[in-house]
């Protein structure tokens, strides 16, 4: 690393460091400034307030308990799928991996909109098949959905685990003498750990700040999410909602700081890299049968999700009249639902454009320049995507509806929000890349002749090329399905299409919701495709 | 009488606690090929990259054909470098890899396919322009990141360690390309190698540096036969060192009393030796005879020992001889007719003997 010379380095560098200090730091201190705020004096009053209500002691139980067990669903859903498809010798295992990656195709919230048509008051199983009513709102439903929704991402990260471990680390152990068992507890679990316990906060955390879900499933059972939201545009109370707010942070970082500090230091996963297959033992009947049951019932239950959203969209009046129609699919395309299905790929396209090129860069300058603030930027862009997005909304409605800078109501303020919440996610991909790029390359394109700019022109950018596809696309996809943050600040002329979906889900308006829901996941599926045919095998970009 | 070409005067550079190199002053005439040879951490590297303006220097002045040259940034400073790693452009061909320099200087279209086509041929990868970087051998890709550098022209040409990426058989080959490559382009190059023997069959001059401070500068030969110091003399390869103080000096002999008894040693000219003095003399390995008898003549040394331990490699049979006094010698027989153990005799005339004199301290 070396010191800046070039002006245009220097420029970027303050020109972000001035784009993060308006749109993350100023926002969140406003909502800790909101927080203190009693009457317009500064205190604790607000936080004395709500710790003596029982109603919030019981939110901040209800949240932590249900990222608790959600978590622990979705990792053993997780491990069962990753089991069998790695470790097995299974029939079928191609598609048990294929649905395990679906449920990625969809935002959290489709998973839990498909539940509620299927399991519902009026509910294709409960109600028409099985003939019985069966209230799923509350935390069981909620710990259901939250399940199906997050096993994917466990999945992929206990397989990947399962694959890169090396076979011949346990071969190296019994060779010395160790049993079956002793091996297991002293090469295998220990090394798996570290790595395992990461991802089981990382979906603590995603479950944690999660808002479609328990806003549709959760019916009385309030989390902090909900509460949030609840507090600053029903109730109108901001000051307690920033109580809230840190609340949920509080714990939110907690978990990530324990994940990102120390778990992902101990991780030896990849030491050895090897990814060479040894023919595995073939697994006792009594433990694969048991497994290979338990994933066909989730299998089935995840493709019913989606058959639900397609039956949907073609049926007049779910749950009462199943009879054909084009009537909703015409409808997310010309109607106000299609309004807003163009505002959400208008918006997202905007904000992946802009976070692709200014992650890229910041990811650059972080990697090979020394600059006075490089760690906060740093830390601020990695702690970026971990700040629930419910919070994020908070503090751009109640900081951008005020001088100096009044944004809320435009469309602006919603392109903002995408960018910055997602450009972790391109940051990262960026910084990645980017250490696996010699620094000589740049070195030697100077010694032949080339000043920064050009290097830069023809060197760097080529070479980042497919982090910034990577990012391009998938800041994309994330900012079309994104709802905690943009749902504080649509307005109906500028609505977007998550917001729609939960919207018409909570008047009822299935056909409409669920045709908006197949366009929502078509796109995603393209998007998918494209990631993949780009970067190749290398999904564990979704980890974060 | 060639001139100077790169001067370097009184160079310093600090990583913060570190001194990496250590008022450090060096010339290189035109044409000439200048190795600097030390362990790694010596500094070598980094005057390298100070000389190609990638680190700036705390102190001192970089001048080439006497210009002053610290404040020119390094695109503009044509000191063309081969990187160890050779940092080949992944995303180019070979083509395009030697191109880029001369499309940088915007060059017309035909002459840079010409002169493109031109060093290809030079070293000697013809037929290999399309070829994406990643399907070349080392060796190959060697010499694409050598071609990239000479399609410049440059002022000089900066290698850092080119050919430590290779396999010891290919490494002898291409350093004898490179060699007859820069003379007959007659281009001026410093070359940073740890390897001694690379140093000693490529360089017209041989500057070893350790902790940052240049030790000698000197033609391989001087640098074998008169170490300046003990630093140098075992980093050249020598193994035997003994302590000695001179007794008389008799003509052109010098007699030395040293703990395995009195050894004569042929006086180097130009060289002051005072009876009395105290001085490090090594014996070459390579000129020990041994047998299991010896007659003793008057112009040999000859001592008594045993054999410690042996190492045999084919061409040769590597001793080492306890003689006595806590003193092994490590002697090197060529075309050995057998393997020696227990008692043997080992004689060396006075020309193996050399003094080696530390003007460092």
């Known amino acids: 690393m070396k010191k800046i010379k070039e002006p245009w380095v220097f420029i970027f560098i303050i020109f972000c460091m001035a784009l993060f200090f308006m749109f993350i730091i100023f926002p969140l201190s406003n909502v800790l400034r909101i927080s203190l705020d009693y009457e317009g004096t500064t205190s604790f009053r607000n936080y004395y307030e709500a710790f003596s209500k029982s109603y919030y002691r019981k939110v901040f139980y209800n949240s932590l308990l249900m990222a608790g067990i959600s978590m622990l669903g979705a990792m053993t859903v997780g491990f069962l799928f990753a089991y069998l498809v790695i470790n097995t010798n299974a029939p079928g295992k191609k598609i048990f991996r294929f649905i395990a990656m679906l449920p990625l195709i969809s935002p959290p919230f489709v998973v839990g909109m498909a539940f509620i048509m299927l399991f519902g008051r009026r509910g294709l199983i409960t109600n028409h098949l099985l003939g019985f009513l069966f209230n799923i709102y509350g935390w069981h439903g909620l710990f259901f959905v939250q399940t199906l929704s997050f096993f994917p991402l466990a999945y992929l990260f206990i397989s990947s685990s399962l694959k890169l471990f090396d076979p011949n680390l346990g071969y190296a152990a019994q060779n010395l003498g160790g049993n079956r068992f002793h091996v297991f507890r002293t090469i295998e679990f220990p090394l798996m750990m570290p790595g395992i316990l990461g991802c089981a906060l990382l979906i603590s955390t995603s479950i944690l700040s999660d808002f479609g879900n328990p806003l549709l499933i959760g019916g009385r059972f309030d989390v902090f999410a909900t509460s949030i939201y609840m507090q600053a545009t029903v109730l109108m109370d901001v000051e307690t909602a920033g109580v809230l707010s840190l609340f949920l942070l509080v714990p939110t970082l907690i978990l990530f700081l324990i994940q990102a500090q120390y778990l992902s230091k101990k991780s030896f996963i990849t030491v050895t890299g090897s990814t060479t297959q040894i023919q595995l033992k073939p697994t006792n009947p009594w433990v694969k049968w048991p497994i290979f049951i338990s994933c066909l019932i989730i299998s089935i239950l995840v493709v019913l999700l989606y058959v639900a959203i397609i039956v949907g969209s073609f049926s007049k009046v779910w749950g009462v009249d199943y009879s054909f129609t084009w009537k909703y699919i015409k409808e997310a395309v010309i109607g106000s639902p299609g309004r807003a299905l163009r505002n959400s790929l208008t918006f997202a396209s905007i904000a992946a454009i802009i976070n692709s090129f200014i992650s890229v860069m910041i990811a650059y300058v972080l990697i090979r320049k020394k600059f006075f603030g490089r760690g906060l930027m740093d830390f601020l862009s990695v702690v970026l995507f971990v700040i629930p997005g419910t919070i994020m909304g908070l503090a751009y409605v109640t900081t951008f509806n005020v001088p100096p800078l009044v944004l809320t109501g435009t469309p602006i303020i919603i392109v903002i929000s995408m960018v910055f919440r997602y450009m972790p996610l391109g940051i990262r991909g960026g910084k990645a890349a980017l250490s696996q790029i010699s620094p000589y390359l740049e070195e030697a394109s100077m010694n032949l002749g080339a000043d920064s700019i050009l290097t830069m022109k023809n060197i760097v950018f080529p070479l980042l090329k497919s982090p910034f596809f990577f990012a391009l696309l998938y800041t994309f996809m994330k900012s079309f399905t994104t709802l905690s943050t943009v749902i504080f600040l649509v307005t109906p002329r500028y609505s977007v299409a998550s917001v729609y979906i939960i919207n018409m889900v909570e008047s009822g308006l299935w056909g409409s919701a669920a045709a908006l829901a197949l366009f929502v996941i078509l796109i995603c599926s393209i998007l998918l495709l494209l990631i993949h045919v780009i970067l190749g095998d290398k999904l564990q970009l979704f980890q974060l | ?361």
Request: hydrophobic fraction near 40%.
């Open chain 2, 1 to 361: 009488m060639s001139e100077t070409h790169i001067k370097l005067v009184d160079i310093c550079k600090r990583f913060k606690e570190n001194i990496a190199v250590d008022h450090l002053s060096l010339d290189v005439e035109k044409g000439n090929l200048l190795t600097i040879l030390g362990p790694s951490g010596c500094g070598k590297t980094t005057t390298l990259r100070i000389l190609a303006g990638f680190e700036d220097p705390d102190e001192g002045k970089i001048m080439i054909n006497d210009q002053l040259i610290n404040e020119v940034p390094p695109h503009r400073r044509r000191m063309g470098m081969v990187f160890q790693s050779y940092a080949l452009f992944p995303h180019m061909n070979v083509f395009n890899n030697i191109a880029y320099g001369l499309i940088l200087r915007k060059e017309k279209k035909s002459r840079i396919k010409d002169r493109v086509t031109e060093v290809i041929n030079l070293v000697g990868l013809e037929g290999m322009e399309r070829r994406a970087t990643n399907q070349l051998s080392g060796g190959q890709q060697q010499r694409v990141a050598l071609a990239r550098t000479i399609a410049i022209e440059p002022e000089a040409l900066l290698m850092d360690e080119p050919l430590s990426n290779l396999d010891a058989s290919l490494r002898s080959i291409i350093r004898i390309q490179i060699r007859t490559l820069q003379q007959h382009l007659g281009i001026t190059t410093i070359y940073v190698t740890h390897d001694q023997e690379e140093a000693f069959s490529l360089s017209d001059k041989i500057a070893i540096m350790k902790g940052g401070r240049l030790q000698q500068v000197d033609t391989p030969w001087e640098m074998y036969h008169n170490p300046k110091n003990q630093f140098v003399a075992k980093f050249i390869g020598v193994i035997n060192f003994l302590e000695a103080k001179i007794e008389t000096v008799i003509k052109d002999d010098i007699i030395l009393n040293t703990s395995v008894g009195r050894l004569t040693m042929f006086r180097k000219k130009g060289l002051e030796f005072l009876p009395g003095k105290n001085i490090l003399v090594t014996i070459k390995s390579e000129g020990i005879r041994i047998k299991k008898r010896i007659k003793v003549s008057s112009s040999d040394n000859v001592l008594e020992g045993k054999v410690k331990q042996h190492n045999y490699t084919g061409k040769m049979v590597k001793y080492w001889v306890d003689v006595g006094g806590g003193i092994t010698i490590s002697v090197e027989s060529f075309n050995p007719e057998e393997i020696l153990v227990g008692k043997v005799n080992i004689a060396f005339d006075k020309f193996c003997i050399y003094p080696i004199f530390n003007k460092m301290k």
